[in-house]
């Protein structure tokens, strides 16, 4: 079916997108900015990353009737609304994690010294797993739509 290998494609350009979010979130983070701040700034360099390359390689041909500035605009809407999505889970999974205390004292024993930072980044990975089908649904039916 098409849908399964636009969905890999748009996965494996997402994964790629995951690479920078994390690289760009991870410094941030590690230079003590704060972690919505940080999760902000690398969305904007992840975003415009998975739009070029959804444009050439997943969704090549699709949306022909929309011009490139429109496609963008959708696509990031979506992203931003997707985003949006991210933020609330970033930040019930930093606070959830941060005060249950089994999961604190595990993260803390294998994270050593600062389980804080640990705990900013899983929360950041699992904001984006639930963030990515939304995306791709919403990029499949409104952006690159026939």
């Known amino acids: ?19 920078v979010n994390m690289l760009i979130y991870t410094s941030l983070i590690t230079l003590d900015v704060n972690y919505l701040m940080a999760a902000t700034i690398a969305f904007l360099f992840a975003v ?19 011009s490139i500035k429109k496609k963008y605009l959708h696509f990031f809407i979506i992203s931003l609304l997707n985003f949006i999505v991210n933020l609330l ?11 249950n205390e089994l999961t604190y004292d ?3 024993k294998y994270a050593g010294s600062n389980p804080d930072k640990v705990i900013k980044i899983i929360a950041q990975m ?8 939304f995306n791709f649904f919403g990029n499949y039916f409104i952006t690159f739509r026939k």
């Open 126 to 133: 699992i904001g984006i797993g639930v963030a990515t089908f």
């Open 48 to 66: 415009s990353s998975n739009f070029y390359l959804n444009f050439i390689w997943t969704f090549k041909g699709k949306g022909e009737g929309k």
């Open 1 to 19: 079916m098409e849908i399964i290998k636009i969905f890999v494609k748009f996965g494996l350009v997402g994964a790629s997108g995951v690479i």
């Open 89 to 99: 889970i970033l930040k019930i999974t930093v606070e959830f994690l941060s005060v």
């Open 106 to 108: 595990i993260i803390k």
